[in-house]
């Protein structure tokens, strides 16, 4: 008797697996493409929060959206309590999201997010108040959302843009654009789509540039002047 009910036990959760790696082959792949620790499909199934997220996800936004009371967000507390990671049933996301870690990671209720989105852990993605209506974040494609950044409010995140770490953002953000600091600060990017690996370090801050920048120009006028501060008081290093 004991041996059956594990042999059944053992092909519900193989025909879970299975359901899963078919259903969710897209976002899979997406992850072993932009995770180096990702090793085998079968790994990506069974180990990542993530992806179980978003599988929770799948399922609490089809029955919100066929308007079944109260289950969705029940579905919805039950991932958060499983992976660490609140998405609410009324959100819409696109193909291929892929939640880095993912604990800490919260997504409110009219917030929409586009196909290739990349997001990590303690991204926000949240109301300013008691606001009706659509009162959530919007992201375009192909954007890449840092550790710990809060996105907030009915703004827009255009595509192929990139918010680095604990950044908050409250202003919309054009296309092809990094954002950094409290409160976002936007450095254009002329243009070229941000690299969707895990290049953390290469993002810029246009404040530490425009810091450096004057620096330099203050030891030009000193020379040109012959009033040069005393040996070491301009020495400053705003170099991270």
């Known amino acids: 008797m004991i041996t059956a009910i594990l042999i059944i036990l053992i092909l519900i959760a193989v025909i879970k697996i299975l359901t899963i790696y078919i259903i969710f082959a897209d976002d899979i792949k997406t992850i072993k493409e932009r995770d180096p620790a990702a090793k085998s499909a079968l790994e990506v199934v069974l180990l990542y929060t993530g992806l179980h997220a978003l599988v929770v996800y799948r399922m609490s936004h089809q029955l919100w959206a066929w308007k079944v009371p109260f289950l969705p967000r029940w579905l919805s507390q039950v991932g958060r309590f499983w992976t660490g990671i609140e998405i609410h049933p009324g959100?819409?996301?696109g193909k291929s999201f892929f939640i880095d870690h993912g604990t800490g990671v919260v997504v409110g209720e009219t917030a929409i997010i586009g196909d290739n989105v990349l997001l990590y852990q303690g991204v926000t993605l949240g109301g300013t108040?008691?606001?009706t209506g659509k009162r959530h974040p919007t992201l375009g494609n192909n954007v890449v959302v840092g550790a710990g950044a809060k996105i907030l409010g009915n703004i827009t995140i255009g595509d192929n843009s990139y918010i680095?770490?604990?950044?908050v953002v409250i202003k919309n953000v054009p296309a092809n654009?990094?954002?950094?600091?409290?409160?976002?600060r936007i450095t254009k990017q002329d243009g070229r789509r941000i690299d969707m690996e895990l290049a953390h370090m290469q993002v810029s801050d246009?404040?530490?540039e425009n810091m450096s920048k004057l620096l330099g120009r203050i030891k030009t006028l000193e020379a040109k002047t012959g009033c040069e501060?005393?040996?070491g008081e301009n020495d400053v290093d705003?170099?991270?």
């Open 206 to 208: 246009p404040v530490m």
């Open 177 to 184: 654009s990094t954002v950094v600091g409290i409160p976002g």
């Open 164 to 167: 680095g770490a604990n950044a």
């Open 238 to 240: 705003f170099t991270i």
């Open 229 to 231: 501060a005393p040996k």
């Open 129 to 131: 108040g008691k606001e």
């Open 91 to 93: 959100a819409q996301i």
